[in-house]
């Protein structure tokens, strides 16, 4: 059974451009979390999404993100216009249920680059 | 709001020793999940040890063990027989009500040979 898989590992974007990062969930998951982490910082939660629903977007920044959970397809964190600030490891996990007793199995992070 | 703290920023142990990480947290939620998660260089996040708070017996994973005090909103976790490649940084994380983690600032552990 694969992983949490995420793409691209790394990803180099000027100012100005857009970043798509895609997260495909472990398989019979259909819960999935988007987390940042800044450099020398602990993680911190952006949004929270079940197939074709935005369940908890309250760590999101109000400008120039998006998140989407597609029927199908992967996960994508759409970033706009992207500043130097928006550099940072974008890590996806994945859940096979909601609520705490559920277990979050993590990708291995984009680690996005702005110029 | 939920907070975890973890106040040792660095930490270095001999090989084969012991050491110990400490984490506290606050929650208003009387029943939670606390974890402990392992970054090593390739930065992928591995969950080292889970406690759920109902439990009163401390979580053990072969050389990993925790200290749960849920009076004292305490999680400290201990490696015993330390080795190299538990060089990492390793996060203390809460899950409360809902379903997101919580973070602290991480702790990175230095194992010297």
């Known amino acids: 059974n694969a992983g949490v898989m995420q793409n691209p590992r790394h990803l180099v974007r000027r100012r100005g451009q857009e970043a798509r990062l895609r997260c495909s969930p472990m398989?019979?998951?259909?819960?999935v979390y988007w987390y940042r982490q800044l450099p020398e910082e602990g993680l911190k939660f952006m949004v929270y999404?079940?197939?074709?629903?935005?369940?908890?977007e309250s760590g999101m920044p109000k400008e120039r993100f998006s998140a989407e959970f597609p029927k199908e397809g992967p996960s994508i964190l759409r970033i706009q216009q992207v500043v130097r600030g928006d550099s940072a490891a974008y890590f996806c996990?994945?859940?096979?249920?909601?609520?705490?007793?559920?277990?979050?199995?993590f990708g291995p992070g984009t680690r996005l680059t702005v110029t | 709001a939920q907070t975890v703290t973890q106040s040792q920023p660095e930490m270095s142990v001999q090989e084969a020793e012991t050491v110990t990480l400490s984490c506290t947290y606050d929650?208003?939620?009387?029943?939670?999940?606390l974890f402990w998660y392992k970054q090593p260089p390739s930065r992928q996040m591995i969950l080292v040890i889970r406690?759920?708070?109902?439990?009163?017996q401390n979580a053990t994973e072969n050389r990993f063990s925790v200290n749960f005090q849920k009076a004292a909103k305490s999680f400290s976790l201990k490696i015993s027989d330390s080795q190299l490649g538990d060089t990492a940084m390793y996060f203390c994380?809460?899950?409360?009500?809902?379903?997101?983690?919580?973070f602290g600032e991480g702790t990175q552990l230095t194992v010297n040979p």
């Open positions: 406690q759920e708070a109902y439990k009163q």
């Open positions: 996990a994945s859940s096979p249920g909601a609520g705490k007793a559920y277990e979050q199995y």
């Open positions: 994380a809460l899950r409360p009500s809902g379903s997101r983690l919580t």
């Open positions: 999404l079940q197939k074709e629903n935005i369940i908890d």
């Open positions: 398989k019979g998951h259909s819960h």
């Open positions: 929650t208003s939620e009387n029943n939670y999940y």
